[in-house]
């Protein structure tokens, strides 16, 4: 069973840019779909990218499309998100996720990391 530790959150100013990092760890890694979700206060976890094994292939929510980035080092067994062009509403805190199948429901993803939190202010 891989374990998943985020880090990189904090508190930056809208038009920031960060970078969350997922440090992962058993041998399965290079083999699972890494994802990246994002929950606020009140709301559901929201899907934000997905990246497959290889990192030939990713998908974005249309919401963070052309701002964030995923991209993963299997050497090092790490997915990282990098955030640009931060808005208020990107606040939230950030899971990692792994599974099998490149979906973007939470229930597909069944090894989760703790959480980091991204502040945007305004």
């Known amino acids: 069973q891989v374990q998943l530790v985020e880090s990189g959150g904090g508190l930056v100013q809208a038009g920031d840019s960060l970078e969350l990092t997922c440090a992962g760890s058993g041998r399965d890694f290079k083999t699972l779909i890494m994802a990246w979700f994002r929950q606020s206060p009140g709301k559901e976890r929201e899907f934000v990218a997905n990246?497959?094994?290889?990192?030939?292939?990713?998908n974005y929510a249309d919401s963070i499309k052309g701002r964030f980035t995923i991209s993963r080092d299997n050497t090092k067994s790490t997915v990282t998100l990098r955030m640009a062009n931060l808005k208020p509403e990107d606040t939230a805190v950030y899971y990692c996720?792994?599974?099998?199948?490149?979906?973007?429901?939470?229930?597909?993803?069944?090894?989760w990391g703790q959480g980091t939190q991204v502040t945007v202010s305004s």
């Open positions: 996720a792994a599974g099998w199948l490149p979906m973007k429901s939470p229930r597909e993803y069944h090894a």
């Open positions: 990246i497959t094994p290889s990192g030939g292939g990713t």
